[in-house]
């Protein structure tokens, strides 16, 4: 029965633009652009990284899986990053939705 990996991802650093995440000895960025579900995540959440398998990585508080090598290519998961685009737009517009929604019933 296999064991609890070694290894540990750890976030090494977070910006505006995104956050870099060490497996072992490789260091991989995951921009907010491609991976947008980590876009309003607090340091906290990201740094909640679980590496259960060698290609899974899972963050638990924001209910996220990811493969490594969706991180390390992520054009090579277009329906990924088209669904993600998706979701953001959704999530972005969606305030503004609720504004002009309240301002309507307002006016009436």
Request: charged share 20%.
């Amino acid at each position: 029965m296999p064991g609890k990996p070694i290894s540990q991802a750890e976030v090494t650093h977070v910006s505006p633009h995104g956050f870099w995440l060490l497996l072992a000895d490789e260091e991989l960025f995951l921009p907010f652009t491609d991976f947008p579900w980590f876009l309003g995540a607090t340091i906290e959440q990201l740094c909640q990284v679980e590496w259960p398998t060698e290609n899974h990585l899972f963050w638990p508080s924001l209910d996220i899986d990811l493969s490594v090598e969706s991180i390390r290519n992520p054009s090579a998961f277009p329906l990924m990053a088209a669904i993600a685009a998706s979701d953001t737009a959704v999530k972005r517009d969606a305030p503004q939705a609720r504004r002009i929604r309240a301002r309507s019933v307002e006016h009436h």
